[in-house]
């Protein structure tokens, strides 16, 4: 009777045993599919950051290429009258008035 009590103890021990481990092993499948979930939504961030860096990437080589084109988007495509240069021989002198200093106050 004492051999079957200490087997029966011994097989209670190592099903307890074995329900533990199942136990550690949800957990660590738990934690790998959190891990899983984290990784797919950085992923979806750094794909998404991407994108928008991608976009205005493209936005900021338009925008060179209309400045070296001398051109913006709202400026229409017609090409621009240049004013006439002038230069000294057809530009009447006009002598500038020095302006009145300000007399000083004290208070």
């Known amino acids: 009777m004492e051999e079957q ?16 481990g199942n136990q550690e092993i949800a957990r660590n499948i738990t934690g790998v599919a959190t891990a899983a979930k984290s990784t797919t939504e950085g992923a979806e961030l750094y794909n998404k ?5 991608a976009r205005l990437a493209s936005t900021l080589q338009a925008f060179g ?8 988007e709202h400026s229409d495509s017609r090409p621009t ?3 006439p240069q002038r230069t000294v021989r057809n530009v009447p002198f006009v002598a500038k008035k020095k302006a009145a200093a300000a007399p ?4």
């Open 5 to 20: 009590t200490a087997t029966t103890n011994e097989i209670s021990r190592n099903v307890n045993d074995v329900a533990s």
């Open 49 to 53: 950051a991407a994108g928008e860096l």
């Open 65 to 72: 290429t209309a400045v070296r084109l001398g051109k913006d």
């Open 81 to 83: 009258q240049q004013a």
């Open 104 to 107: 000083f106050v004290k208070r």
